[in-house]
T-cell receptor, first 115, second 111 residues
Framework: EAGVAQSPRYKIIEKRQSVAFWCNPISGHATLYWYQQILGQGPKLLIQ????????DSQLPKDRFSAERLKGVDSTLKIQPAKLEDSAVYLC?????????????FGPGTRLTVL | GEDVEQSLFLSVREGDSSVINCTYTDSSSTYLYWYKQEPGAGLQLLTYIFSNMDMKQDQRLTVLLNKKDKHLSLRIADTQTGDSAIYFC???????????FGRGTSLIVHP
């Protein structure tokens, strides 16, 4: 079974530029998550989708971050405009249903550096 | 303070047992997870314990839960160099089942 795919793996941009990350979850997984992991910290949930609907986006800085999962499969996370403090690894995860008994499977992440 | 606290580093000799400790604040946590992160890789769920359990054993892993003290620990028996990684304590916090991650403990295993 293929795992969670993310691209690109690395991205370097200058502040005030825009960037987008892509995630393809495991086939059949209804729930998709985006996390931000700043160096030296644990991952922090940004947004959770159930199929194509948002379940929780309370931690998403909506003035600059947006995410969508239009067809309930792939998802994109966008930052516009980027700030220096957005430098982090962005992790995508998926699970069959809502977490708890449903294990979350994580992708390898996209490492973003904002100069 | 932080919702989840762990010591940042643990160094052990190969073959010894490793014990990684964690304290958390949310007494309503139902699922308490342990994740492993190897360099350049995503997170891997190692094990989890349900809040009505005191202990869970899975091969070389033993999880102990002291719900009264809100203390969780992960013991790895016969630690190998391949166990070197960052280990995250991640109790579910609040009404969702989403894990809330600590800062992680870097486990260094030396020969």
């Amino acid at each position: 079974e293929a795992g969670v795919a993310q691209s690109p793996r690395y991205k370097i941009i200058e502040k005030r530029q825009s960037v987008a990350f892509w995630c393809n979850p495991i086939s059949g997984h209804a729930t998709l998550y985006w996390y931000q992991q700043i160096l030296g910290q644990g991952p922090k949930l940004l947004i959770q989708f159930q199929n194509n609907g948002v379940v929780d986006d309370s931690q998403l800085p909506k003035d600059r971050f947006s995410a969508e999962r239009l067809k309930g499969v792939d998802s994109t996370l966008k930052i516009q405009p980027a700030k220096l403090e957005d430098s982090a690894v962005y992790l995508c995860a998926s699970s069959m249903g809502l977490a708890g008994d449903n294990e979350q499977f994580f992708g390898p992440g996209t490492r973003l550096t904002v100069l | 303070g932080e919702d989840v606290e762990q010591s940042l580093f643990l160094s052990v000799r190969e073959g010894d047992s490793s014990v990684i400790n964690c304290t958390y604040t949310d007494s309503s946590s139902t699922y308490l997870y342990w994740y492993k992160q190897e360099p350049g890789a995503g997170l891997q769920l190692l094990t989890y314990i349900f809040s009505n359990m005191d202990m869970k054993q899975d091969q070389r892993l033993t999880v102990l839960l002291n719900k009264k003290d809100k203390h969780l620990s992960l013991r790895i028996a016969d630690t190998q160099t391949g166990d070197s990684a960052i280990y995250f304590c991640a109790p579910q916090v609040g009404g969702s089942y989403i894990p809330t991650f600590g800062r992680g403990t870097s486990l260094i295993v030396h020969p």
